[in-house]
């Protein structure tokens, strides 16, 4: 009994201090409220939110989920679909055509090619050695290009002039364009056995070489969005490809950038100051210039568009060759003149950069 009254004792003694305890605590807690009460309104409110959120019914939990999965779906499609969007605009833009005929062409001089004979200025024949025959020629050119991407697109190509004789396309002194009966007589010449091509075919990079050497250069410059639809002709004819022609200028790479969605009509700047060491090649260029005229033709020698993701190569048929005044004058003349210099001025100043960009891409 007396184990027990002791137990009693300390039991109550224990509730005694745990009760001084907690009334402590609470005039604590008081003191606190009445002292800071900003504090005691926000962490009720805290408190009363944190019981709120932490009471989320069946139905809200179920409608969370369903839109969580259904955002992931539509992000998956979302994705799914720019991925299809990128690869059928690239896909389609494989379409996007160069037209085979020339817009327009003038001469900035008005006076087209002039071929200067060293002949008609020295008779005597020693000195005439000293002299070379040349081709001038300044001309800008415009040619279409149908351009099927949403990204804007840059041409990047090499480019050459070829000259045409006008007795091999088949074609009188007052005649533009090619005469629709001489297909057929072109086209048995081409299958003669006979058949014999000009040796002045080199490498390309050669050509290059000589014409850089030269300042004998095309220069692609702006490219300018036609506001009118256009006809495009597409040619790949191989009559027109094997015909005699010679090179007379190029460029082993040119650019021309801000090509947008839609026709777009491209500019080509073109210098030519081409040596004459062919003497076939010359008396051609005579017996045309006599004539008044001269046959030319831009030919790609290779072309690929790059935009901001994708880089491909356009379709590119075989531009027809056209028509420019030609004159004969002696070497007394000089050929260098404004047009010329700022389009060798612009060519370099762009092949330039062109290695710069390679050289930090690489």
Request: aromatic share 12%; charged share 20%; net charge positive.
């Amino acid at each position: 009994m007396e184990g027990k009254d002791r137990n009693s004792t300390s039991d109550v003694n224990q509730c005694k201090y745990k009760n001084k305890k907690i009334v402590k605590t609470i005039d604590d807690i008081n003191e606190f409220v009445k002292t800071y009460p900003r504090t005691n309104r926000e962490l009720n409110t805290y408190i009363i939110k944190k019981d709120r959120g932490s009471e989320v019914s069946l139905l809200k939990s179920f409608v969370f989920y369903i839109f969580t999965q259904i955002t992931s779906i539509l992000a998956v499609c979302l994705v799914i679909f720019c991925i299809g969007f990128l690869i059928g605009n690239h896909i389609s833009s494989k379409s996007s055509v160069v037209n085979s005929v020339i817009y327009n062409s003038y001469s900035p001089n008005d006076i087209g090619a002039q071929l200067y004979v060293g002949k008609l200025a020295n008779q005597n024949e020693r000195q005439r050695s000293q002299v070379h025959d040349a081709l001038g020629l300044d001309l800008m050119i415009n040619f279409n290009f149908d351009y099927n991407n949403l990204f804007m697109g840059t041409l990047i190509g090499k480019v050459l002039l070829f000259y045409y004789p006008a007795n091999d396309i088949g074609v009188r002194s007052e005649e533009y364009c090619y005469r629709n009966s001489t297909y057929s007589a072109l086209a048995q010449f081409m299958m003669s056995p006979k058949r014999q091509f000009p040796k002045w075919q080199k490498n390309h990079e050669e050509l290059y070489a000589i014409f850089a050497k030269e300042n004998s250069l095309i220069f692609l410059n702006y490219a300018m969005k036609m506001k009118r639809e256009a006809e495009i002709t597409y040619i790949n004819d191989l009559l027109f490809e094997n015909l005699n022609a010679y090179p007379i200028g190029g460029a082993d790479i040119t650019i021309s950038p801000g090509i947008m969605q839609g026709i777009n009509s491209i500019n080509a700047l073109v210098s030519i100051n081409h040596i004459i060491t062919d003497k076939t090649l010359l008396q051609h260029l005579i017996n045309d210039c006599k004539k008044g005229r001269i046959y030319v033709q831009l030919h790609f020698a290779s072309n690929q568009i790059k935009t901001i993701l994708f880089r491909f190569q356009p379709q590119t048929g075989i531009f027809l060759p056209f028509r420019i005044p030609c004159e004969i004058k002696s070497q007394d003349n000089g050929l260098n003149n404004e047009f010329r210099l700022s389009v060798i001025k612009n060519y370099n100043v762009q092949k330039t950069a062109i290695k710069n960009i390679n050289f930090f891409i690489n």
